[in-house]
């Protein structure tokens, strides 16, 4: 069975890069017919899709966030992971890593999820 | 970006009885490229519905989905005790991915 599973500070300060790790484990991250995705939920609000990066590299990234995410993946580790610079409180959230269904040329749905790791950005 | 408005806010209905949530799209979404999540407290969101109307493995036949365009709607059909949470849409027929406001459904 598939699983993801965050990783990363839990806490930062305005300004800094936030760095968070999603590791997969009960399959491959270099099949063909999946996307790796962040999402992230601020408390009490809803679910922002950050982007999506395929095993061989490519991605793709919300415009409203393109200009600060870098989306990397390591499949020596079977892992993949965000970087999200010049954080401001607005980056409070929940980050979820999520496998993205790709299929017909396109992405699909988010099926499985991690359990979600709280980032916290205050001074 | 397609808008996904969801609707009602919340839901306060007892189990045993019959849930009807929608999801409205501020734009057409393409082929029903259109999902539901169910997410519980704590929790991250599991996968219901792809495709509009197909039930994602492992779930039970109380959860349907329908709808085209721009107006969807996920139906519970007896409410079990397990089913009381929010529940969420996403969009994938076009780029950026984007998700609904949720709605919560409680006990009544």
Redesign the interface.
């Known amino acids: 069975q598939l699983q993801l599973q965050e990783s990363g500070p839990g806490l930062l300060k305005p300004s800094e890069t936030l760095s968070l790790t999603c590791t997969v484990s009960g399959g491959s991250i270099t099949s063909n017919t999946y996307y790796w995705g962040w999402i992230r939920q601020p408390p009490g609000?809803?679910?922002?899709?950050i982007g999506s990066i395929y095993y061989s590299g490519s991605t793709?990234y919300?415009?409203?966030l393109k200009s600060r995410v870098t989306i990397s993946v390591d499949t020596s580790k079977n892992q993949f992971s965000l970087k999200l610079s010049s954080v401001t409180a607005a980056d409070t959230a929940v980050y979820?890593c999520?496998r993205l269904?790709y299929s017909s040329g396109?992405?699909?749905?988010?099926?499985?999820?991690?359990?979600?790791t709280l980032v916290t950005v205050s001074s | 970006e397609i808008v996904l408005t969801q609707s009602p806010g919340t839901l306060s209905l007892s189990p045993g009885e019959r849930a009807t949530l929608s999801c409205r799209a501020s734009q057409r979404v393409s082929s029903s490229y259109l999902a539901w999540y169910q997410q519980k407290p704590g929790q991250a969101p599991r996968l219901l519905i792809y495709g509009a109307s197909s039930r994602a493995t492992g779930i039970p036949d109380r959860f349907s989905g329908s709808g085209s365009g721009t107006d969807f709607s996920l139906t519970i059909s007896r409410l079990e005790p397990e089913d009381f949470a929010v529940y969420l849409c996403q969009q994938y027929g076009s780029s950026p991915l984007t998700f609904g406001g949720g709605t919560k459904v409680e006990i009544k």
């Open positions: 609000k809803g679910l922002e899709w793709y919300n415009p409203s979820y999520a269904i396109w992405f699909n749905w988010f099926d499985p999820w991690g359990q979600g």
